[in-house]
């Protein structure tokens, strides 16, 4: 039986190299710890945690505890920090932290409400692979509805239709279903934005619940095999888990094992032969301009072989001396066979004995089928002979 958290999940679409550096490789967390951001998330989550477990010893908290309770969980997170953050981002993200709950106190105060669980954990099986897991901020219960609260600290985070945001709020909601729906007629989900001062309820249905879970089972499942098989002979025929470069890779932890971002760390390390030493990073350099030049050449040549061929042609010759060499105008005629036809030509040909000669197998469809996993290659290995070409792909900066 596997058990899946929705970052799991999540990571899994954003980049299958880091799912598979962090979860199957077991290299370490998917995010860099000593993030302000992520401070700020953990310690504004430790003092409502606070806040309500005292209120549900009959004890509502001032603002002025909740504000030592604040500045204490700051401090503990950052003992544990690396190196010592810039004082003037740390300001800034405590002063966001206490503006948050000084708002948070204002408006729920005196937090009237029946708590359930505070930071507790859910879990439901999904079928009889798979299990399903999460952490839930708050759960409350309000007459037959049951209420999961969430907070939202950063601010990127807009109260949206965005679809995955929302699969994750069903996904849990089908987890505390199973807990408790006995109990409770509703599920409603409340998202606590404190730095837009606002909150958003909506309510989420059995129909939801089951597109949702059918979706992620079927991803849960491609993990699964793509495991399996990344642990196999011939885990190199296909890369199970291919990393994905973009924006995100700045938080990964994994770009010095990437081979999409270790470059970013490579040694200037000296290369050397008969004429010159360069480093890497010149070499690059060189091979960029020399491609642009190649790239304008190639232009040059084609414009230049157009205006050549009009004139010998209009002309009526075929060759032309000058000092520098020769050019010969030729022509060649090419056959073209109209989709529709295709059947009709292949039966012409085979009734003239000719198919043999004009078919030959296509190793561009045969890659691609390996590749997409259509052919097992692990059954083809006597029969497709594997070799890897590589070549460079490069752009040129913006001026
Ligand atoms: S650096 Fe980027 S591409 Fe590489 S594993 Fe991390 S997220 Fe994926």
Redesign the pocket.
Known sequence: MSTYSYSQISTFK??P??YQ?HYVDGLGKTTREDSLVLTLWNVFHETLEYLYRQKSNTLVPSLEDLMTQYHQLWSQHLSAYAEPPVESELSMFTLRGIEYLQWYHETYEPFDVRVMGIEDWISVRLDEQINFRGKLDRLDADGDTIVITDYKTSRRLMPDDDDTNREQLVLYAHGVKHNYGRKFGQIQWLLIYPHLRKEYRFMIDDEEIWLVVSKYLTIMHDIETRKSKHDTLFADWVDQFP????N??QW?P??QI????RHQYMDEEILSSDLWEKTITTLVEDYIRINEQSKALEAEKKYLSKLVSERLEAKDITARDTEAGSVWYQTRDFYSIPTTATEDLKQYLDAQWLLDQTLKLDTSAITNLIKDETLDMSQLDWLVVKSTSSWIVSKKKKE
């Open positions: 954003t980049c190299r880091k550096y990393p994905i470069a973009g995100h890779c990964c994994f770009m990437c081979p999409k971002r």
